[in-house]
């Protein structure tokens, strides 16, 4: 997905707490932002791969999550680039959020200070 440079769009699910703190922090900042649902539109194999390459496949997925315990201990300990993409794709509550894109910057996971920091470097 190419985003325009001063576009933030966050990835998530609408009723995640983590989520719902993130949606606070961006509209008390007066960040505009699209918002793209997993549960709703899918997370699509090409974008998750680049998260990924970017990130590591360990950062990418949600592994304190209900859905990563769920998972068969088998899959959990053979996991590797290719079946996190894999499984995402199948099961995209895995995937950690919320995950922050601005321009071809990315963010895993919500922290206040971490977000203010990267915001204050990217004047948007």
Known sequence: MTAKTNTVTIYGIKNCDTMKKAFAWLNENNIPYEFHDYKKSGAPQAILADWVEQLGWETVV???G???RKLDESVR????EHSAIATMVAQPSLIKRPILIKGHQ????FAAEQWQAF???NAH
Do not use: E, P, Q
């Open 66 to 68: 209900t859905t990563w």
């Open 77 to 80: 300990n053979t996991m590797d």
């Open 62 to 64: 949600n592994r304190k």
């Open 119 to 121: 915001f204050a470097s």
């Open 106 to 109: 990315i963010l895993a996971g």
